[in-house]
């Protein structure tokens, strides 16, 4: 049958996978006919498909939104983990390296992307050593359209781009406002020699958004929930690089026990696609950057809940099962 992309309930054409000469979706085609697998209990199993969400619970005809207004879809961007090897990039009393936790971030936020249709490379998968010449030739090779350096330095958190950057800056201006619309402190804007941001040819910023090296600030970077959400801050941030949109509203969702205590640590997923982590209050944040209902699922041993929520409600409470 029919696969609709919504607002506007028209077919969904020429969908990501389906253009190739050897299409990578099996399921949907080109001009949006759809073939859905059903469970059971005749329910719909809508595959995911990148740069698209799906619109509110899993239904018949299939209906899809794009992230973002389809902001992200087809971009290429190129995540390069500070440290590797032996740079830790930055040790923590407790001795967290550094490197370590900016690849998990690089790791968190490249799924987040490919979730929203971006194309991303990753300098590095491992601790691994890279002088500053290889990552620069890595994002040069994957024709990046933005490179992103990621680190925790011993510094108050900043984010550097190229002096004789317009645009590196303006990118610098809207990440640091997005961690602090999502409650991630102030990260200062400043100008940066560091030389991938002098050498690659596209816009290009080094993100520090927390320090490691007292134990305060250790604890608050491996906190539950705050890599995910720096992560998301980041892609938000680069969603708008090519968005007409300035804001989306913004919107939270808290997980509880029946006794209304916070359950920190929760996997929650947002339209199927990308997946936050409750703080220790037990809240997401989030941005509602599409029009209509939006499904979210949390998952946890503690807690396996399904709800769509729809584009008027705002701060969401998921409480758990009593026990019997």
Do not use: K
Not at 17 to 22: D, R
Not at 33 to 58: C, E, F, K, N, Q
Not at 61 to 86: E, K, M, S, Y
Not at 97 to 110: G, K, T
Request: overall charge neutral; aromatic content about 6%.
């Amino acid at each position: 049958g029919q696969v609709l992309e919504m607002p506007g309930a028209t077919p969904l054409r020429e969908a990501p996978g389906t253009l190739e000469s050897s299409r990578r979706l099996g399921w949907l085609n080109r001009d949006g006919h759809g073939v859905i697998p059903l469970d059971r209990d005749r329910r719909p199993l809508t595959p995911a498909l990148a740069g698209y969400r799906s619109w509110g619970a899993d239904s018949l005809p299939p209906r899809f939104v794009a992230w973002f207004g389809g902001a992200l879809a087809g971009r290429r961007i190129t995540l390069d983990p500070d440290g590797g090897g032996d740079d830790p990039g930055g040790v923590g009393p407790g001795g967290t390296r550094a490197s370590l936790v900016n690849l998990e971030l690089a790791r968190m936020l490249e799924g987040m992307l490919t979730a929203a249709g971006a194309s991303v490379q990753i300098t590095r998968r491992g601790d691994a050593a890279l002088s500053e010449p290889e990552r620069v030739r890595i994002s040069e090779a994957f024709d990046s359209e933005r490179y992103l350096r990621i680190g925790h330095r011993s510094m108050p958190p900043a984010i550097g781009h190229y002096f004789s950057s317009p645009l590196g800056r303006r990118w610098a201006q809207r990440t640091a406002e997005s961690m602090e619309r999502f409650g991630l402190g102030t990260a200062r804007v400043r100008e940066d020699a560091l030389y991938p941001l002098q050498q690659v040819s596209c816009p290009a910023l080094f993100v520090s958004p927390a320090r490691l090296d007292d134990s305060t600030s250790e604890a608050r970077v491996l906190a539950p929930g705050a890599l995910r959400a720096t992560a998301y801050a980041l892609l938000v941030a680069l969603a708008r690089e090519w968005s007409s949109e300035t804001a989306w509203p913004l919107d939270s969702l808290r997980v509880q026990n029946p006794a209304g205590q916070p359950l920190e640590g929760a996997l929650v997923t947002l339209g199927g696609a990308l997946v936050l982590a409750t703080d220790r209050e037990g809240w997401i944040r989030f941005e509602r950057s599409e029009a209509g209902p939006l499904e979210v699922s949390v998952q946890d041993a503690r807690l396996n809940a399904r709800l769509v929520l729809l584009e008027s409600s705002r701060g969401a409470v998921v409480t758990g099962p009593r026990d019997h």
